[in-house]
């Protein structure tokens, strides 16, 4: 939380996976259509890093009413690769990080650390 601050100063959802690099490389050349893009990692490694541990954590917890969880359950049932479930379940983990800080920030107009 200290290294992303204020949440608010990402326009959407899709910022914030892009200031961690989660976010896939455009491919804009009309004609084709790709199946698979890659990361962009374009932010901090270190935090990629720590939302990897963050989602091994997770898995390895089997929390059954944690949505990010669910949907790691589910994509690895669909044979997904390893680093692609959990690539997805990182971004998800963002989004709904992004969403409840958000939610709080807007209810309270500041956060603060203590």
């Known amino acids: 939380m200290a290294e992303i601050g204020d949440t608010r100063r990402f326009h959407n959802r899709r910022a914030i996976t892009a200031f961690f690099g989660y976010d896939t490389e455009p491919d804009d050349s009309g004609q084709h259509i790709s199946k698979s893009r890659p990361n962009t990692k374009k932010g901090s490694s270190s935090l990629r890093r720590t939302l990897f541990i963050i989602i091994r954590a997770i898995s390895a917890q089997k929390p059954i009413d944690n949505p ?13 690769h390893y680093y692609s479930y959990m690539t997805a379940a990182a971004a998800k983990f963002l989004r709904i990080y992004y969403a409840k800080v958000n939610e709080v920030l807007n209810e309270k107009g500041t956060l603060v650390c203590t």
């Open 68 to 80: 990010v969880y669910v949907f790691l359950d589910r994509k690895r049932s669909e044979g997904k």
